[in-house]
């Protein structure tokens, strides 16, 4: 039987991580700021959705970040990759 080999995915930059994650705990505050995960006066998910609406919103805000964001993360890399070499 012959087993293919699946190439593993590629070891991240721990700077670019860092700052990939930094940049989705700022669109996270973002999107709490813009009333996202607001409770709705009707049809609303009652304290359930309170508790969890955080969950959703860190979630959206690390997929736009993996997704190119809006560009702070690659300015931060950036930053702390001359910061490292200085």
Do not use: V, W
Not at 8 to 19: G, H, T, V
Not at 58 to 82: D, F, N, P, T, W
């Amino acid at each position: 039987m012959r087993m293919s080999h699946q190439a593993s995915p590629p070891q991240q930059d721990p700077l670019r991580k860092a700052a990939t994650q930094l940049e989705a705990t700022f669109l996270a505050e973002m999107l709490k700021s813009a009333g996202l995960g607001e409770s709705r006066e009707s049809f609303g998910g009652g304290s359930g959705e309170d508790q969890f609406s955080t969950f959703l919103i860190r979630a959206q805000a690390e997929q736009m970040a993996q997704a190119g964001g809006i560009g702070l993360a690659e300015s931060l890399y950036h930053s702390l990759k001359e910061a490292q070499n200085d």
